[in-house]
Nanobody, 117 residues
């Protein structure tokens, strides 16, 4: 059974940095597009960054230039490096995986990121 486990969420001051990790198991990781979404209180879940099976990346305008998504297929892990964090980045961050050319998709349980002084 496929499973995504996020880690790395924490309380950090504005201007700080964090690295989130998402470890995948029970799925064909190297053939999956991976993404990070986030959901702030009273807001809809939104796409933050995505990395395709080929390595092509996409970023939302709100994080472009500050966040970097990467993947290590040998470790079945996707990362989100978050720099210059702002209070507006406070949210629960979710890992998402979709096996390419299929409708098989999975969500992690989420990890809390709080940016506050």
């Amino acid at each position: 059974q496929a499973q995504l486990v996020e880690s790395g969420g924490a309380l950090v001051q504005p201007g700080g940095f964090l690295r989130l990790s998402c470890a995948a198991s029970g799925m064909m990781f190297s053939r999956s597009a991976m993404a990070w979404y986030r959901q702030a209180p009273d807001k809809e879940r939104e796409l933050v960054a995505r990395i395709g099976a080929s390595g092509h990346t996409y970023y939302s305008d709100s994080v472009k230039g500050r966040f970097t998504i990467s993947r290590d297929n040998a470790k079945n892990t996707v990362y989100l490096q978050m720099n210059s964090l702002e209070p507006e980045d406070t949210a629960v961050y979710y890992c998402y995986a979709q096996l390419v050319y299929t409708d098989q998709a999975y969500w992690g349980q989420g990890t809390q990121v709080t940016v506050s002084s």
